[in-house]
């Protein structure tokens, strides 16, 4: 069974950095694309950061390029967010989501196979 597992959210105010937490197991899938996402009651879900295994390339949402990065563990159990420069419109829900044989950029797929719960992030002015 494929599990995703988010931590790391909390309250910060404007400016601060966080580090998001996605622990994944019981996926062994080579090539897939793995991705960071966040919600919002009432607005379209976003596609924040996206790594695709098969080119080795991470896709960012543009607002957040420069401030946020995407990153693993070497064992790739664990991805990461570090978020910095937290602004109150990065508020949400953020969630991982990984997709098997998928070859391209996710961050506006809607066909990921597996997803977490998700961890909230408040950034308060």
């Known amino acids: 069974e494929v599990q995703l597992v988010e931590s790391g959210g909390d309250l910060v105010h404007t400016g601060g950095s966080l580090r998001l937490s996605c622990v994944v197991s019981?996926?062994?899938?080579?090539?897939?694309?793995i991705g960071w996402f966040r919600r919002v009651p009432g607005k379209e879900r976003e596609g924040i950061a996206c790594?695709?295994?098969?080119?080795?390339?991470?896709y960012y949402k543009d607002s957040v390029k420069g401030r946020f990065t995407f990153s693993s563990d070497n064992a790739k159990t664990t991805v990461y967010l570090q978020m910095n420069n937290l602004k109150p419109e990065d508020s949400a829900n953020y969630l991982c989501?990984?997709?098997?044989?998928?070859?391209?950029?996710?961050?506006?797929?809607?066909?990921?196979?597996?997803w977490g719960k998700g961890t909230l992030v408040t950034v308060s002015s």
């Open positions: 989501a990984v997709v098997k044989d998928f070859y391209s950029d996710c961050l506006m797929y809607y066909g990921m196979d597996y």
């Open positions: 019981g996926f062994t899938f080579d090539k897939y694309a």
């Open positions: 790594f695709n295994s098969f080119n080795g390339h991470t």
